[in-house]
């Protein structure tokens, strides 16, 4: 079966910028969230999305937006891109909108801001 | 404000020992709390979680303690094998909707 998967794996943009990263759940899964991975920090949370709907939201300025589709993939938009936004950003997927239950994490989208 | 913490970003043990990982928190409202393992270039994989309810849960040689008056837990894991080196972070669930994730810890296990 596959996992989460995510696109692109590496990208470079320059400040000021605006970049979309992609997530795919594992099948039956329908529920996404975003996280951002800090250099030597934990994983942060951005946005959680369960049935197309925004469930949660992080601490984060309106410069970052998320949807999610009817298969239950997702988006994250950053608008303005700053150089403090570079970062591993990582999509996890589970059955509901719960955090109890397991999420399963894709490998990240590596976005470095010039 | 960091709501969990690992205060140690590293640690080193020898194959067949015990490793000891230990996670702090400030919030009393967090009810769920998990243990993630993360190898280079993939996402953390999910490794035991514990209930607030309960002080002990175990899984094979993963025992994760939550101490609820400390506000403190620890993951065992026994014995310690090379496959373990990696970087492990503890996290706790807030309003069962997001994840709060400390700094992580980097165990390697020598031969």
């Known amino acids: 079966d596959a996992g989460v998967t995510q696109s692109p794996t590496h990208l470079i943009k320059t400040r000021g910028q605006q970049v979309t990263l992609r997530c795919s759940p594992i099948?039956?899964?329908?529920?996404v969230s975003w996280y951002q991975q800090v250099l030597g920090q934990g994983p942060q949370f951005i946005f959680q999305?369960?049935?197309?709907?925004?469930?949660g939201r992080g601490n984060f300025p309106d410069r970052f937006s998320a949807r999610q589709f009817p298969n239950y993939s997702s988006e994250l938009n950053v608008n303005a891109l700053l150089l403090g936004d570079s970062a591993l950003y990582l999509c996890?997927?589970?059955?509901?909108?719960?955090?109890?239950?397991?999420?399963?994490f894709g490998p990240g989208t590596r976005l470095t801001v010039l | 404000d960091q709501q969990v913490k690992q205060n140690s970003p590293s640690l080193s043990v020898q194959e067949g020992r015990i490793s000891i990982l230990n996670c702090d928190y400030t919030?009393?409202?967090?009810?769920?709390f998990l243990w993630y393992k993360k190898y280079p270039a993939e996402g953390p994989t999910f490794l035991i979680s514990?209930?607030?309810?309960?002080d002990k849960n175990e899984d094979g040689r993963f025992t994760v303690f939550l101490n609820k008056s400390a506000k403190h837990l620890s993951l065992h894991i026994v014995p310690s094998q090379p496959g373990d080196s990696a970087v492990y972070f503890c996290?706790?669930?807030?309003?069962?909707?997001?994840?709060?994730f400390g700094q992580g810890t980097r165990l390697t296990i020598n031969p």
């Open positions: 996890a997927s589970s059955l509901s909108g719960s955090s109890y239950n397991e999420q399963f």
């Open positions: 099948s039956g899964h329908k529920s």
């Open positions: 999305y369960y049935e197309k709907e925004e469930r």
């Open positions: 919030n009393s409202m967090f009810d769920y």
């Open positions: 514990i209930s607030s309810i309960k």
């Open positions: 996290a706790a669930s807030e309003g069962a909707q997001k994840l709060v």
